[in-house]
């Protein structure tokens, strides 16, 4: 079951209109004191701030108005608010912001009708820093060099100005309309995006440059908007726990469940939370580049042609591949790499190592550079004229992958003295949780052996927590509130860790009895 975004909605927003009762010499109020006077009202805030471009506004704007004014508020910190867009009460023009998943490699933006509290359009487009490097390692380092953090910055704040524009248009708004902006990334990213030195980030004993940021100006960092339209950033845990896990647990609403469940991210890390109300527990570790891009030669984030399921037939050895949109296949994706595996192991074609068998491999199997390989489609089908091969290393590199997963669920589960089974939820989030078949990633052993029912695709939610900070005047407060929460488990010191990992490093395991529905699917 997946998560609706648009119904993950609930509170009041940010806009509201007001009338204000007129001067006199009973009550000869100064208009700004006023206008926060009812603000404080109507939100329940202890004070509302209106900076000097708005109070030289307010004079003329209140008397022409009849004093029904519409403002646009945000709270910058608990009970305390900041007046970003004032008009006349009775003003057509729109109110929107900018939801922002600032993602190391793809970039997922979301316009949002601010009063009504619906999304207007949305889009994605390739973090242009990948031309630096496919990683924020190679970024930061490229920071040290002259300039190079203005470089990097530039290149973000230049693509979401472009991004924007053209969404703007499609809705027949200008980004003057644009007023607030939710952003939501890695901690690295996040300081790029800001202008913050990184360097001491990737270095012990790996310390970000912060990890709150103020409610900033968007003009100041260069994005098209509003006059006086603001950007208020998730705040970090560390420098391995960013805004979008943030985001994604204020999404999931993990934080606020009575019984314990757990949230998986695969991205650049498999990032890990494990918690109820009364508390959370996270980790993360190094088991995303196998699954995406960083595999094999052919993998490939998900894209037009980009295999993203497999099935073969383990009588007669065919493979049935689905490609996005249907077209020739040219890479394969993450959710393909795990149904192929799965599939793979069914069929015979690899052993509980994860090593290829020629035997049942039949012709698809092939020796190139001394190495074994699997050709999965041939150069006459590809879409690239070339024989599209996944070889023994990239197999190995998988299994290395799928147990440091497991091993990450089991490590956080086991400190909390709890077993896998015991979860009733298990949260799957991002691009990864959407394909996924859960069941092939059972098969391989990357994930636990639960009922189906148990597992909850939120798609992107990071998107979807950046959102709920436009839409709902308690989000800001709840994210503090879910960060403060948190407490971040080490496994490059943890011991269990690495024993745990050398018994997950077989298909589906060294213990087999972890995977009775496996063996099930082994043996029909």
Not at 84 to 96: E, F, K, M, N, R
Not at 141 to 166: C, V
Not at 201 to 211: D, G, S
Request: proline share 4%; glycine share 10%; aromatic share 6%.
């Amino acid at each position: 079951m997946a998560l609706d975004l648009d119904d993950h909605r609930d509170g009041s927003g940010w806009v509201v209109r007001v009338s204000l009762p007129e001067p006199s010499l009973k009550d000869n109020t100064a208009d700004a004191d006023r206008l926060c006077r009812c603000l404080q009202q109507e939100l329940g805030m202890d004070q509302v701030h209106i900076g000097l471009d708005l109070s030289r506004r307010l004079p003329a704007l209140l008397r022409q108005s009849h004093y029904a004014v519409r403002c646009l508020v945000f709270e910058d910190r608990p009970h305390h608010g900041v007046l970003i867009h004032l008009d006349a009460g009775d003003s057509p023009a729109a109110v929107t912001g900018l939801a922002v998943d600032l993602g190391t490699t793809r970039v997922v933006i979301r316009l949002v009708d601010l009063e009504n509290r619906k999304t207007l359009a949305e889009t994605s487009f390739d973090n242009p820093q990948v031309n630096v490097g496919p990683d924020v390692l190679a970024r930061i380092h490229h920071t040290d060099r002259p300039s190079g953090l203005e470089d990097l910055q530039g290149q973000i704040i230049d693509a979401l100005n472009a991004q924007l524009e053209a969404l703007c248009g499609a809705c027949s708004l200008s980004t003057d309309n644009v007023h607030l902006f939710s952003v939501a990334g890695n901690t690295a990213m996040s300081h790029l995006f800001a202008g913050l030195p990184a360097h001491w980030m990737i270095r012990e004993p790996y310390i970000p440059a912060a990890n709150r940021f103020p409610l900033m100006h968007a003009h100041a960092l260069g994005l098209c908007a509003g006059g006086n339209a603001r950007v208020w950033l998730f705040p970090n845990v560390g420098s391995y726990f960013g805004g979008d896990l943030i985001a994604g647990l204020l999404f999931s609403g993990l934080h606020q469940r009575s019984e314990t469940a757990l949230l998986v991210d695969v991205g650049t890390n498999a990032e890990v939370v494990l918690g109820n109300s009364d508390w959370l527990m996270a980790c993360a570790g190094a088991a995303g580049p196998a699954l995406e891009g960083g595999m094999s030669r052919m993998g490939t984030t998900a894209a037009p042609g980009v295999i993203d399921r497999v099935r073969i037939d383990a009588q007669t050895g065919h493979f049935e591949l689905h490609t996005i949109g249907e077209l020739p296949p040219v890479g394969i994706c993450g959710s393909g790499v795990i149904d192929l595996a799965a599939q793979l192991f069914l069929s015979g074609m690899i052993d509980i190592r994860g090593k290829l068998q020629a035997g049942p491999c039949g012709e698809r199997f092939a020796i190139k550079n001394d190495l074994a390989h699997l050709i999965l489609v041939s150069r006459e089908q590809s879409g690239t004229g070339r024989d599209l091969c996944i070889s023994q290393v990239d197999l190995d590199s998988l299994v290395r992958s799928k147990a440091a997963m497991y091993t990450i669920l089991e490590t956080l589960t086991g400190t909390m003295g709890m077993d896998l089974a015991d979860l009733e939820t298990f949260y799957v989030a991002g691009t990864f949780g959407s394909l996924i078949d859960p069941v092939s990633a059972i098969t391989i052993g990357m994930i636990p052996d639960l009922p189906l029912e148990r597992f909850q695709s939120l798609g992107n939610s990071s998107l979807g927590g950046a959102t709920k900070v436009l839409t709902e005047r308690g989000a800001v407060s709840e994210a503090a509130r879910v960060r403060e929460k948190i407490t971040y488990l080490e496994l490059n010191v943890n011991q269990d860790f690495m024993n745990r990992f050398s018994a997950a490093k077989f298909i589906p395991h060294t213990h087999k009895g972890r995977f009775p529905s496996v063996n099930l699917l082994k043996q029909s």
